[in-house]
């Protein structure tokens, strides 16, 4: 059911993409450069999460979000971050972008540094009154039209407002793999209030006690704002580096601009642009939205999103016979056959040469274990 939904959702984005009108101020940077361990082994370190047609819809997660945002946002203002080894992919998948709005990272960074390099790049080299949306490329978006309306919405307050705008959505379960937002004061608008707190990762006990206060939302990893305020931001964390690059200005070539990324890139901090800004930043604000959210980043947030099959498994494009078996979600290559019995609340998921069998609670503390014992007993050709 959710597979058709998406199938769907794609092919209205397709349909609307020439239909609407759009703002030629509106920028979106789509954050494409994580390996995706968390859904590893499916999610390898040559093809990670964002370059996979992880649902058998046709269109891999990058493009799906491409053609998301290409529906309101002019596809000429549309910038990918990616890591310089992906950046193959993200031509291939998208040959339409042009080749400067891939902004090819020499070294893995968190998203601050990424969202720092890119918001020089719009703001010297393509639009001063630029409103940016940054987005994870690993979402599903069910509610297209309601979407397009709140970032709609959302990059119009940026652009009358010097602030940071997050995008929240209601919790539907007590997860604590996700952040939490709590609301403050309430802005000019309804469905905009000050940031109050953020929490990250909060233990189960206490991610119910958000999910029943009613003041806390789940933090969707969007985040609106015009490129001057942001770029003041960002030059209040940052070293010296991004202060040179950013003052020199027009000064830089592009060529030039590329070359002092390469020297400079690894001096900047592995920050967040959660824990980097919105955190440290008093002017910060949430939109309540509902969009029909869900991460497609963790095993079993993507179990908690899908419509449940016999037993309540979640069976991901693959042939399965799964017999007194229960809670799992499976996910097998499409030329194999999997016979599962007596499980209950499990990952099955094979890719390549990689079979992982693991409890889906807690799943990404487990991953992550065990990708550390396989790296030091086997080396990279598992990751």
């Known amino acids: 059911m959710v597979i058709q939904t998406i199938m769907l959702i794609f092919v209205f984005v397709k349909q609307s993409v020439n239909t609407m009108s759009v703002n030629k101020n509106n920028y979106c940077l789509i954050l494409a450069g994580g390996k995706g361990r968390r859904l590893w082994p499916c999610s390898r370190e040559d093809r990670p999460k964002q370059f996979l047609d992880f649902f058998s819809t046709g269109r891999t997660l990058l493009q799906q979000t491409y053609d998301r945002m290409a529906g309101f946002i002019p596809s ?9 080894i992906y950046y193959d992919l993200v031509r291939e998948q998208l040959p339409e972008l042009p080749e400067e709005h891939i902004l090819s990272e020499p070294i893995f960074r968190n998203t601050a540094p990424s969202v720092a390099w890119a918001t020089y790049r ?15 490329s690993d979402q599903a978006v069910f509610k297209e039209d309601v979407f397009k309306t709140d970032v709609i919405n959302g990059l119009d307050f940026v652009g009358s407002h010097d602030c940071l705008l997050t995008m929240g959505v209601r919790p539907t379960r007590p997860e604590p793999g996700y952040g939490y937002i709590q609301t403050g004061e309430p802005s000019e ?53 991004l202060r040179k690059l950013e003052a020199s200005g ?16 690894p001096s900047y901090p592995n920050l967040s642009i959660d824990y980097g ?23 079993h947030s993507i179990y908690e999103s899908m419509s449940k099959g016999e037993g309540d498994n979640v069976v991901i494009g693959s042939r ?32 390549g040469n990689v079979l992982l069998i693991c409890k889906k609670e807690d799943s990404s503390a487990l991953i992550r274990k065990y990708i550390n014992e396989v790296q030091v007993k086997y080396g990279d050709e598992f990751i």
């Open 76 to 84: 000429e203002n549309i910038y990918i971050s990616t890591n310089h």
């Open 189 to 241: 608008r309804d469905d905009v209030f000050k940031v109050k707190s953020f929490t990250e990762k909060p233990d189960r006990d206490f991610a119910r006690m958000f999910m029943e206060s009613g003041e806390f939302y789940w933090n969707t990893g969007l985040f609106l704002s015009n490129v001057n305020y942001l770029c003041e931001c960002l030059k209040r964390i940052f070293p010296p580096v």
């Open 122 to 136: 719009i703001l010297h080299r393509a639009d001063r009154d630029a409103r940016l949306v940054v987005v994870p």
């Open 320 to 351: 399965v016979i799964a017999d007194d078996s229960r809670n799992n979600i499976i996910k097998l290559p499409d030329d194999h056959m999997g016979i599962i019995n007596g499980l209950d609340g499990y990952i099955v998921a094979e890719k």
């Open 277 to 299: 800004i919105l955190e440290h930043n008093e002017n910060v604000y949430v939109m309540i939205c509902d969009f029909g959210w869900a991460d497609l980043g963790m095993w």
């Open 250 to 265: 027009a000064e830089y070539s592009m060529e030039r601009e590329l070359e002092f990324v390469r020297e400079n890139f």
